[in-house]
């Protein structure tokens, strides 16, 4: 079956970085856009960056843009999102996504009926 295994998470400092990652089992990982999420304590679900199969192009959050960037090894199965100049407003729990498209048009990302697995998320804390 599908699993995504979130890792990576962790305490920082504002101004420094985390690198995430994700560990995609149970199906055709080079045939899947992915996506990492969020959700701050007390907050909504906010979409963080998205990445096509082929890894050909990728989406931020203008909350996060040039500060974030996602990646992935399809030999691997893994999904990266290197994290920095980390902000206290990062505080969230960042979450895996496995998308049903391989690629979509740029307002598609996001759309909540195209995702269909989730991790379990892993924590980020920003904080002196």
């Known amino acids: 079956q599908v699993h995504l295994a979130e890792s990576g998470g962790g305490l920082a400092q504002p101004g420094g970085s985390l690198r995430l990652s994700c560990a995609a089992s149970?199906?055709?990982?080079?045939?899947?856009?992915m996506s990492w999420a969020r959700q701050a304590p007390g907050k909504g679900l906010e979409w963080v960056s998205g990445?096509?199969?082929?890894?050909?192009?990728?989406f931020y959050a203008d909350s996060v843009k040039g500060r974030f960037t996602i990646s992935r090894d399809n030999a691997k199965n893994m999904v990266y999102l290197q994290m920095n100049s980390l902000k206290p407003e990062d505080t969230a729990l960042y979450f895996c996504v496995k998308d049903r498209r391989a690629a979509y048009s740029a307002n598609g990302w996001g759309d909540m009926k195209e995702y269909d697995y989730w991790g379990q998320g892993t924590q980020v804390t920003v904080s002196s």
């Open positions: 149970g199906f055709t990982f080079s045939n899947y856009a």
């Open positions: 990445i096509y199969s082929d890894g050909s192009d990728t």
